[in-house]
């Protein structure tokens, strides 16, 4: 996998060192502590990512697809650093991206909807009404 972002090359052995960083705590860690910071459509694709590799079906491969750029996402070390002001979730949302495209025969509604349920219950019911 070859995920391109503002001129840099993120190789698939690049993305996969970072999948020894993803653990259920520190994904949902990270999806609370930053929602300002990284926007709700972010935080929704990577939720949709998360029950993605949750359903039985789901090959392997496509999870060990969709593990690495959810350990991207949580870890503190990456391209841009995430306090960047502007611009600190733009490589998270490359990577988030890309690994939406590798998965997305496995984005039903029922993974839609478990997305947005977990918004819901994190966030407030409102909040869905900014959601696109």
Known sequence: IDMKFDGKNFTASEVESYAG???DESFFGKVTGVFKKAGLNLIYKALQLYYVAQRPDCPLKIKAAVYAPLGYFISPI???PDITPFI???DDAAVIA???VIAQFYINDDVKRKAREKIESLFGKKILEELK
């Open 21 to 23: 960083n993803y653990s």
């Open 78 to 80: 990456d391209a841009i």
């Open 88 to 90: 600190g979730y733009t």
């Open 98 to 100: 890309a690994a939406l």
